[in-house]
């Protein structure tokens, strides 16, 4: 049972890069997100969506986009890759039932030098 | 959505019961309490969530005071694999299930 997985577990990239993180869930859950974790903090929400074809703006979606085009799927891009997006990124996902809780991946971390 | 507040770190022994206090004093009346655990470099984990009533489940209990404005994480036995950061989180039942994280409390179960 994989549950959330991401890919790739780790990866460093230059400035200028672009990237794209993957998030496949085998739940058949409607809801997916995107957040990421800087040393210390809590995790902050970037994007996320209610259903495929569908996305929506997160507390930090600048430098970030997104795209749903499957439901057990969900793509976060970099297009150009900065220092400050240096961070540890978490995907999860969640049925569409009222107080449903989230189930997260492992993590993506990544450097951007 | 209502601010909580937690403190930064707490210590348990090995075997005892650790608390976990929340503070959710603007918390409103159709926000749920949730608590996540994140473990050394893993992804949070679920652990349990309430309105008005206490809650239990297999891993933890939860106890609500009766005007709201706190509440309490339970494990009734910590062990050394309940070491790390936990999060409590006020969240409307009615708003996508957007998560929003403040620091946690970090918790050391010593042995």
């Known amino acids: 049972n994989a549950g959330v997985t991401q890919t790739p577990k780790f990866r460093v990239l230059k400035t200028g890069q672009s990237m794209t993180l993957l998030c496949a869930q085998d739940m058949n859950h409607e809801y997916m997100y995107w957040y990421r974790q800087d040393p210390g903090m809590g995790l902050r929400l970037i994007h996320y969506s209610v259903g495929e074809g569908t996305t929506a703006k997160g507390e930090v979606p600048d430098g970030y986009n997104v795209s749903r085009l499957k439901k057990q799927n969900f793509l976060l891009g970099l297009e150009s890759a900065a220092p400050s997006q240096t961070s540890v990124y978490f995907c999860a996902s969640r049925t569409a039932g009222r107080n449903q809780p989230q189930h997260f991946g492992d993590g993506t971390r990544l450097s951007i030098l | 959505d209502a601010k909580t507040t937690q403190p930064p770190s707490m210590d348990c022994a090995e075997g005892r019961a650790a608390n976990l206090p929340c503070n959710h004093s603007?918390?409103?009346?159709?926000?749920?309490v949730y608590w996540y655990r994140q473990i050394h470099s893993q992804g949070p984990q679920y652990i349990i969530h309430?309105?008005?009533n206490n809650e239990t489940n297999e891993m933890a209990s939860l106890i609500i005071t009766e005007d709201r404005k706190s509440s309490t994480l339970i494990l009734p036995h910590a062990t050394l694999r309940d070491t790390a950061v936990y999060y409590c989180i006020a969240l409307p039942y009615n708003q996508g299930g957007k998560l929003i994280f403040g620091q946690g409390t970090e918790l050391s179960v010593k042995p």
């Open positions: 309430g309105l008005k």
């Open positions: 603007t918390i409103s009346g159709n926000e749920y």
